[in-house]
């Protein structure tokens, strides 16, 4: 007997063999992800109730379990900064059962500011799409502070400097999205602030009213009433055009301060390596869910802006960017890592 036709006629049959498993696996993977749910997905959040995440997913749950025929549930797993969350969702199976509300911080801060991060934002999660951007951040002063614009903010900012007794700024803590939204400013005005870190951000907002801080950077849901009271005088928002509900309160860019938007988003992530099937589902009932009209209004009556990707691949460069650019100006404030 030939050995060589042996040999040939082995790897033959274990060619057919390796083709007709690969075959059954495929065909094993599309029928899953066409069965996709067949029970319940729940949704990750590290945030406590109340805050962007979760009224976001609360929001758009029940629209998303419709359209996937299964109910979405919402689960907190609240604490430092995400990480608690991302790091669960991280290391879940990847079959699309179990998703995270991820935010500008957890994937795009986090990386920049701790040492040991539990999870790679990138490479150990599926990125679906985002679902909301914040609104607009508000830069706001105590009515009694001599700046009305933020050309006189900036004056003031470099005269106090130079007096020794620079102007102060609070935030709900290192690393948060108050902090980096002054830090970018601080970096583009050239001026120097003291910043004061608090563990919530509402007695920030109470000693800014009391005169005890000079700046806070905060949303369209704090800022209005506090506006339209007196409590507090708005000086720039940061967005590209002026808000309607702020007329008369110039932009950034019109105060000569340019690229310092900060485009606060929440979006969905599933772990690294789900069925691409699964993933395109999931964004195909998210943005079909986003694009009704009940749930537009409520994000409007909220005071966020629906914002989509056009696929998982999209979210994975807007990720990707932010990574890059919260990392430089990090560095440059000289934030120490967690």
Same mark, same amino acid.
């Given at each position: 007997?030939?050995?060589?036709?042996?040999?040939?006629?082995?790897?033959?049959?274990?060619?057919?063999?390796?083709?007709?498993?690969?075959?059954?696996?495929?065909?094993?993977?599309?029928?899953?992800?066409?069965?996709?749910?067949?029970?319940?997905?729940?949704?990750?959040?590290?945030?406590?109730?109340?805050?962007?995440?979760?009224?976001?997913?609360?929001?758009?749950?029940?629209?998303?379990?419709?359209?996937?025929?299964?109910?979405?549930?919402?689960?907190?797993?609240?604490?430092?900064?995400?990480?608690?969350?991302?790091?669960?969702?991280?290391?879940?199976?990847?079959?699309?059962?179990?998703?995270?509300?991820?935010?500008?911080?957890?994937? +795009?801060? *986090?990386?920049?500011?701790?040492? @040991? !991060?539990?999870?790679?934002?990138? =490479?150990?999660?599926? #990125?679906? $799409?985002?679902?909301?951007?914040?609104?607009?951040?508000?830069?706001?002063?105590?009515?009694?502070?001599? +700046?009305? *614009?933020?050309?006189?903010?900036? @004056? !003031?900012?470099?005269?106090?400097? =130079?007096?020794?007794? #620079?102007? $102060?700024?609070?935030?709900?803590?290192?690393?948060?999205?108050?902090?980096?939204?002054?830090?970018?400013?601080?970096?583009?005005?050239?001026?120097?602030?003291?910043?004061?870190?608090?563990?919530?951000?509402?007695?920030?907002?109470?000693?800014?009213?009391?005169?005890?801080?000079?700046?806070?950077?905060?949303?369209?849901?704090?800022?209005?009433?506090?506006?339209?009271?007196?409590?507090?005088?708005?000086?720039?928002?940061?967005?590209?055009?002026?808000?309607?509900?702020?007329?008369?309160?110039?932009?950034?860019?019109?105060?000569?301060?340019?690229?310092?938007?900060?485009?606060?988003?929440?979006?969905?992530?599933?772990?690294?390596?789900?069925?691409?099937?699964?993933?395109?589902?999931?964004?195909?009932?998210?943005?079909?869910?986003?694009?009704?009209?009940?749930?537009?209004?409520?994000?409007?009556?909220?005071?966020?802006?629906?914002?989509?990707?056009?696929?998982?691949?999209?979210?994975?460069?807007?990720?990707?960017?932010?990574?890059?650019?919260?990392?430089?100006?990090?560095?440059?404030?000289?934030?120490?890592?967690?």
């Amino acid at each position: 007997m030939d050995f060589s036709l042996n040999v040939c006629g082995g790897i033959r049959f274990l060619a057919a063999m390796i083709g007709a498993f690969s075959a059954v696996s495929a065909f094993s993977d599309y029928a899953a992800a066409q069965t996709y749910p067949d029970k319940p997905v729940r949704v990750i959040l590290g945030f406590a109730p109340g805050t962007p995440p979760d009224l976001a997913m609360r929001r758009i749950s029940e629209p998303v379990g419709a359209i996937l025929g299964q109910p979405v549930l919402i689960e907190s797993k609240p604490g430092a900064a995400g990480v608690i969350g991302a790091e669960f969702v991280a290391k879940s199976a990847p079959d699309g059962y179990t998703l995270m509300a991820g935010t500008l911080g957890t994937h +795009a801060f *986090n990386p920049n500011l701790y040492k @040991a !991060l539990p999870y790679d934002a990138l =490479k150990d999660f599926t #990125p679906i $799409t985002r679902i909301i951007s914040g609104g607009f951040n508000t830069f706001l002063v105590n009515p009694k502070l001599p +700046a009305n *614009n933020v050309p006189e903010f900036v @004056a !003031l900012a470099k005269t106090r400097a =130079k007096e020794g007794k #620079p102007l $102060t700024f609070g935030s709900g803590g290192v690393g948060s999205v108050a902090h980096l939204a002054v830090e970018l400013f601080k970096q583009a005005a050239g001026i120097e602030l003291v910043h004061i870190p608090y563990k919530g951000s509402s007695q920030v907002v109470t000693d800014v009213i009391g005169g005890h801080v000079d700046l806070i950077v905060t949303g369209p849901s704090v800022t209005l009433p506090l506006v339209e009271s007196g409590k507090l005088k708005a000086i720039a928002v940061d967005t590209p055009e002026r808000q309607k509900r702020m007329p008369n309160v110039q932009t950034m860019s019109e105060a000569g301060i340019q690229n310092v938007e900060l485009v606060v988003w929440v979006g969905v992530f599933a772990p690294a390596n789900i069925p691409p099937h699964v993933a395109n589902k999931l964004h195909a009932a998210l943005t079909k869910a986003l694009a009704q009209d009940d749930v537009k209004a409520g994000f409007a009556r909220d005071g966020m802006d629906i914002i989509t990707d056009e696929s998982p691949d999209a979210f994975r460069r807007v990720i990707a960017a932010d990574i890059e650019k919260w990392g430089k100006v990090i560095k440059a404030a000289n934030i120490p890592l967690q």
